[in-house]
C-alpha cells in the first residue's frame, strides 16, 4: 500500500485502528475476534451503465431495520472483514449504522475516467457527474440492502467531504442527512489547488499525482529517488510546467490544466458547483478545521451558501483547532501548543453522533446550534445564532513604518519598510530540510508551525505590538490590506497574523539536548496566512501586469476564525513575497503564462509596504 493511500485511509476512515491495546504474549494461540461487520463487495450500477465498486458493512449481530451511513471516495475501500470498530467512527457505530464505503469513478475497481471535474451537468440532463453519482448510489442502497430503514446519510473529509456536499446540489429522496467536513467548491480560488490564482506547487504535485497518475493511488518517485529537501528539488525544477514536461508527461490531467488554464477562466467557473444548490432541505452538518493546511476555505463557502436558503434551519457549522480531519482523531494539541482537552473525541462522541443519531435513528434531541466553534486561546467552545456572529466590531489594526504595530492609525508622513525578493532564495513555507507532503507530521501541522525561522530574514518584515493588557477575542472573517508596491511587474504578498507566546509562557528544564530550543516560550504561533498575486489585482478572469513602483491596496483574505490573543500574548504580523514550494515562485516579471515562464522571466524585485497597511480583525467586545 503507498503512503498516500496508507495515510489518507488512517486520517479520513481510520480503517485499521483497533480501541483496544494489543493483548499481552501468551503461551496458547489466541482465539481469533469475529469481525465487527458483515462483509459484502459488490459493484453499484449508475444511469450510463458504469460500476462501481462498493463495500457494505453490516454490524455482526445487529436486528432490525438501520439506517445507511455512506462515504463516497477515490482513496479506497476497506478490503475485507474489520476485526474491530474503527477508533474514527466508534460512537457513530454505537448507534448502529450500516457502513457503505464506494470507489469513486476511476479509482481501483470502479469503472470509467477519475476525472477530478466538478462540473454539474445541466438540469435535465442525462450525463453523469458526481451529483448523479451519489443519487444513483443512494437509490440501489435503499431498494437493494437487507433490512435498511430508508434514511440514508452521507458524511466524509477531504474529497469524501465534498462527495458528501456535492449531493445536495441533487439530493435523492432518502437522503436524510449530510455532514461535509472539509470540503471544497472552488480549487482556483482556494484549497487543494490554489491560493487566489496562485499554484500550491509541493502539495498538489503529490496529491495530484497519487490520484490521477493511476488508479491505485502510488506516490510520485521524484524522478526516481525522493528528495532529502523538497525545497531544493523543486528550485532546481525551475518554471512550474517542467514538472510535466519533464516526469508527469501528461499523464496527471488535472495539473496538467492547472498549466494550461492559469487565470479563472471557464474551465474553472464551470466548476464552481455550489451555484447549483437551492433550498437547504437535507439537515447538513459542516466542519472545518481553522488550521486545516489542505481545504481551509471551502466548508465556509458551501456553509454560506447553503445558509443563504435555509427556512427550516437545518444548516449548520462546526470549526476547531484542527489540522485537515484531525477532529476524527484524539487531538489535544494544535502542533505543538496544548489545548488542555481532547477536542477530536468531543466533536466524534458530542456533535457528530447525536447529528446523525437524530436524523437518521430518530434519537435523542435535534441539533439546534446554527455554529459551533471551539475557540482557540481559551479553548472553549462557543455557539452563536448565526455566522459571523453579530457583535463582533471590525478593528483596524496597522502596520507602522517603524515595525511597531498597534491600533492607532498612521500619522502624516509616515513612510514605507523595503525588502528585496530574490526568486533564486525563495521564502521556506517551514523549516528545511522539507519532507515531501505525506511520509512525516511536518505536513499535517505546518500552519501551526513557529515561524522564527522567518522572522529576521531579510526579505522578511515583521510587526510586533506591545504585550496585550487584556484578552482580544476575534470572532468572524479576519482580512488585511497591504498599501504596497514592487519594482517588478508582478509580484506576491504573503500576509501572516501571529499570536507572540510569552517568554515565560511555560517553564521546562532543559536536560537533554533539543529541549531548549523544543519550549513554547517566545513561540511564533500562526493563527492565519494567505498569498495574494498581483497580476490577479484588477481581474481573476484577465490577468494583468503591475505598474512598477505604484503603490496599491492589496485586498489578503485570512479565512474565518475564532480566536483568543491572551493577556500578556504580542500580535505579530510578517509580511513576505515568496512562500516556497507549497506556492510557485512568482517571477516578478510579468509574462501571459506564469507557468510557462523562462528561467530568464526570475529576476530580483524590491518590495515595499507603506502606511496604511492593516489587518482588519473582528473584534468581540
Not at 445558509?307 to 437545518?314: C, F, S, T
Not at 482537552?341 to 437518521?360: C, H, K, N, S, V
Request: charge should be negative; proline fraction near 8%.
Amino acid at each position: 500500500m503507498t503512503t498516500m493511500r496508507m495515510l489518507k485511509l488512517a486520517a479520513l476512515a481510520a480503517l485499521a485502528l483497533p480501541l483496544t491495546a494489543a493483548p499481552a504474549r501468551q503461551t496458547m494461540p489466541a482465539a481469533q475476534p469475529e469481525a465487527a461487520f458483515t462483509y459484502q463487495e459488490v459493484m453499484v450500477p449508475m444511469r450510463d451503465g458504469a460500476r462501481l465498486q462498493t463495500v457494505i458493512m453490516r454490524p455482526r449481530g445487529a436486528t432490525g431495520k438501520l439506517p445507511i451511513l455512506l462515504q463516497r471516495t477515490p482513496y479506497g475501500v476497506p478490503g475485507g472483514p474489520l476485526k474491530t470498530v474503527p477508533a474514527s467512527y466508534q460512537y457513530l457505530a454505537a448507534d448502529g449504522y450500516i457502513f457503505v464505503f464506494q470507489n469513486m469513478r476511476g479509482q481501483f475497481k470502479s469503472d470509467g475516467d477519475f476525472t477530478m471535474s466538478m462540473k454539474l451537468q445541466p438540469p435535465g440532463s442525462k450525463g453523469v457527474d458526481e451529483a448523479s453519482d451519489a443519487w444513483d448510489t443512494v437509490d440501489w442502497l435503499v431498494k437493494n440492502v437487507p433490512e435498511n430503514n430508508g434514511r440514508v446519510g452521507m458524511w466524509g473529509v477531504s474529497y469524501p467531504g465534498y462527495a458528501s456536499a456535492v449531493s445536495l446540489a441533487r439530493p435523492h429522496p432518502a437522503l436524510k442527512a449530510v455532514s461535509p467536513q472539509a470540503a471544497w467548491n472552488d480549487w482556483w480560488q482556494n484549497d487543494d489547488l490554489h491560493r487566489w490564482g496562485a499554484a500550491r506547487l509541493s502539495y498538489a504535485t503529490d496529491w495530484l499525482f497519487s490520484l490521477q497518475n493511476n488508479d491505485q493511488g502510488e506516490d510520485f518517485d521524484y524522478g526516481g529517488k525522493a528528495p532529502v529537501d523538497t525545497y531544493d528539488w523543486f528550485l532546481k525544477l525551475g518554471p512550474v510546467a517542467n514538472l510535466d514536461t519533464r516526469y508527469f508527461k501528461g499523464s496527471v490531467p488535472q495539473f496538467t490544466a492547472m498549466i494550461e488554464h492559469p487565470d479563472y477562466d471557464a474551465f474553472w467557473k464551470d466548476q464552481h458547483w455550489t451555484d447549483r444548490l437551492g433550498s437547504t432541505t437535507v439537515p447538513t452538518l459542516h466542519v472545518a478545521g481553522f488550521w486545516d493546511q489542505e481545504d481551509p476555505r471551502g466548508t465556509w463557502k458551501i456553509y454560506e451558501k447553503m445558509e443563504a436558503a435555509d427556512p427550516k434551519g437545518l444548516n449548520m457549522i462546526v470549526a476547531g483547532p484542527w489540522a485537515h480531519g484531525t477532529w476524527h482523531t484524539t487531538n489535544d494539541r494544535v502542533g505543538y501548543v496544548p489545548i488542555g482537552r481532547d477536542a477530536g473525541t468531543e466533536f466524534m462522541r458530542d456533535i457528530e453522533a447525536p447529528f446523525f443519531a437524530y436524523w437518521l435513528h430518530g434519537k435523542g434531541q435535534q441539533p439546534k446550534f446554527e455554529a459551533k466553534m471551539l475557540q482557540s486561546g481559551s479553548w472553549q467552545w462557543k455557539s452563536y445564532a448565526k455566522w459571523p456572529p453579530a457583535g463582533a466590531t471590525p478593528t483596524d489594526l496597522y502596520l507602522h513604518a517603524d515595525g511597531s504595530l498597534s491600533f492607532n492609525a498612521p500619522g502624516a508622513g509616515e513612510g514605507c519598510r523595503d525588502y528585496v525578493s530574490d526568486p533564486a532564495n525563495p521564502v521556506p513555507f517551514r523549516e528545511r530540510p522539507m519532507s515531501r507532503t505525506y511520509p512525516s507530521q511536518e505536513w499535517r501541522w505546518w500552519e501551526a508551525a513557529d515561524q522564527r525561522f522567518a522572522d529576521h530574514r531579510p526579505d522578511v518584515l515583521s510587526y510586533v505590538s506591545e504585550p496585550l493588557d487584556a484578552d482580544l477575542t476575534v470572532t468572524g472573517e479576519i482580512a488585511a490590506t497591504l498599501m504596497a508596491s514592487t519594482s517588478g511587474t508582478d509580484s506576491d504578498f504573503v500576509v501572516k497574523l501571529i499570536d507572540v507566546l510569552p517568554d515565560d509562557f511555560e517553564s521546562r528544564p532543559a536536560r537533554a539536548l533539543g529541549d531548549y530550543p523544543a519550549t513554547l516560550n517566545g513561540y511564533q504561533w500562526p493563527i492565519a496566512m494567505e498569498v495574494r498575486r498581483g497580476r490577479y489585482l484588477r481581474s481573476f478572469e484577465k490577468a494583468t501586469p503591475l505598474t512598477p513602483d505604484q503603490v496599491v491596496a492589496w485586498d489578503v483574505p485570512l479565512r474565518d476564525h475564532d480566536h483568543v490573543f491572551r493577556k500578556g500574548h504580542r500580535i505579530m504580523v510578517q509580511i513576505q513575497s515568496s512562500w516556497f514550494p507549497v506556492i510557485d515562485r512568482n517571477p516578478q516579471k510579468f509574462v501571459p503564462n506564469i507557468y510557462k515562464a523562462d528561467p530568464a522571466d526570475f529576476v530580483k524585485a524590491t518590495q515595499r509596504v507603506c502606511a496604511g497597511s492593516m489587518i482588519r480583525l473582528p473584534v468581540m467586545r
